[in-house]
Each structure stands twice: as structure tokens, then as C-alpha cells.
């Protein structure tokens, strides 16, 4: 079992930036690729970006793609997302997931999801 918590969303203007952190507990999660997802108000859970536990190689939706940073702190049991450039169709709720498949971008393939922290991107 691995437990993951969300923290660091919160009010932030457009053009802003935010950093959230993700910390894990329970089982290592060495093995797993540790991603983010995010659910904008009314629509469906949309992947954000993944680390690789392979090769820590990093994947991007292309949405996010040169605004959002995704790092990996394996001693910490920590994964953070730097969010720059922020736009208001950023606004959702994120979640860290971690998946046993190495690179997952797709929702159902996460095996544990964290509860989530509201990011809001006023104009």
C-alpha cells in the first residue's frame, strides 16, 4: 500500500506560478512512475505528466508542455510539480498517482491516486 498527499494548491493569478509537492508512505515507491493528473470543475480526470522510474525520463501533456516541471525526490519519497505561466484552464483539482507501468499517461492505469489539492487561476 502506498499513501500519497497532495499539498501547495491554492489562489494564484494568471501568468503566476505554484509549486506542489507530493509525499509518499507505505511500501517504497522506487518502482513506481509517479505522475500528476488534474480534474478541471465538470470534466473528466486528464493526465498532467508523468516521471519515468526507469530512466526518470519525463512526459508531458502537450497542454502543459514548457510551463509545468515535474522532479523527484527518491530519498525524500517526495515528487513536486513546478507550475509557471499559469493560465485559468489550469484551474482543477490535482492528484499524484503512482503506477506500476512505467511512463503511464492513462487514468485507469494508476494503481494509487492521492485525495488531491484545489489549484484556482484567476484572470
Known amino acids: 500500500q502506498v499513501t500519497l498527499v497532495e499539498s501547495g494548491g491554492g489562489l494564484v493569478q494568471a501568468g503566476g506560478s505554484l509549486r506542489l509537492s507530493c509525499a509518499a508512505s507505505g511500501r517504497t515507491f522506487s518502482g513506481y512512475a509517479m505522475g500528476w493528473f488534474r480534474q478541471p470543475p465538470g470534466m473528466e480526470r486528464e493526465f498532467v505528466g508523468v516521471?519515468?522510474?526507469?530512466?526518470?525520463?519525463?512526459y508531458y501533456a502537450d497542454s502543459v508542455k514548457g510551463r509545468f516541471t515535474i522532479s523527484r525526490d527518491n530519498a525524500k519519497n517526495t515528487v513536486d510539480l513546478q507550475m509557471n505561466s499559469l493560465k485559468p484552464e489550469d484551474t482543477a483539482v490535482y492528484y499524484c498517482a503512482a503506477s506500476l507501468v512505467d511512463g503511464n499517461r492513462d487514468r485507469h492505469w494508476v494503481n494509487y491516486w492521492g485525495k488531491g489539492t484545489l489549484v484556482t487561476v484567476s484572470s
Open positions: 516521471r519515468s522510474w526507469a530512466d526518470g525520463s519525463t
